[in-house]
């Protein structure tokens, strides 16, 4: 309970929150009127209170869009989670073959992986060791089509392989290198290539989710 809230500031807030748990989602303010039995243009003031005491906030003046802040003004973490696919599998050492398929999905935060359109693939192998990147482990990727030199990717080779490594673009060639010293690194041609993404970030069982 905020002391500084009155009782139907803090019961629309708490709506708000419930309805953002619940669907991940504000309500509609249609909603919030009707739930709490009052008009629109009530629910209007209350939320332009809420707004004032820095409780919540608009992205435009009129939006429906509503962010639940914390003690930082910074949007709250119930509202930061975002859910991003899992397609298929990747190889991290021999390149294994890149299924298109649906392979689940992962719960990340907003607030550290901001980028649209991000996927993940699950990682099988140990060429990418010395990069913290892990037997089992998830990559989370940001879509790409170009990289910078030695920036880990994830690329289709030949189409119809996958791996992720390093790449470095050279004057008549593409180098793909691993990060372990058991695997060699590989060189294509710059049709053999296609780049899917940059990883930015692993996740590695329920409690370790590191940004790279």
């Known amino acids: ?3 500084d809230l009155t009782p139907r500031q803090q019961d ?3 709506y708000v929150e419930y309805e953002i748990r619940r669907t991940g989602n504000a309500p509609s303010l249609r909603r919030a009127a009707a739930h709490m039995g ?3 243009t009530a629910i209007s003031q209350l939320i332009k209170g809420l707004e004032q005491k820095e409780v919540i906030r608009r ?4 939006s429906r869009t509503i962010h639940v802040l914390n003690q930082a003004r910074e949007t709250a973490g119930l509202m ?3 859910e991003i696919p899992i397609v298929g599998k990747i190889a991290a050492g021999l390149p294994l073959y890149a ?3 649906w392979g689940g999905s992962l719960v990340v935060d907003a607030g550290r992986y901001a980028g649209r359109n991000l996927f ?10 010395d990069a913290a990147i892990l037997d089992g482990d998830i990559a989370i990727c ?9 920036e880990i990717i994830a690329a289709l080779i030949r189409e119809e392989e996958a791996t992720i490594k390093r790449f470095f673009l050279r004057k008549d060639h593409i180098e793909l290198r691993p990060e372990n010293p058991a695997y060699e690194p590989k060189i294509y041609g710059f049709d053999e290539v296609l780049i899917q993404g940059k990883v930015i970030g692993i996740q590695r069982g329920p409690d370790v989710l590191a940004r790279l």
């Open 38 to 40: 009052v008009s629109h």
């Open 120 to 129: 993940a693939l699950k990682v099988h192998g140990d060429s990418m060791r």
């Open 142 to 150: 940001e879509p790409r089509q170009f990289a910078q030199n030695g």
């Open 99 to 101: 299924q298109q398929e």
């Open 12 to 14: 629309l807030l708490q």
């Open 1 to 3: 309970m905020r002391p």
């Open 80 to 82: 930061r989670w975002r």
């Open 59 to 62: 992205e435009r003046r009129y």
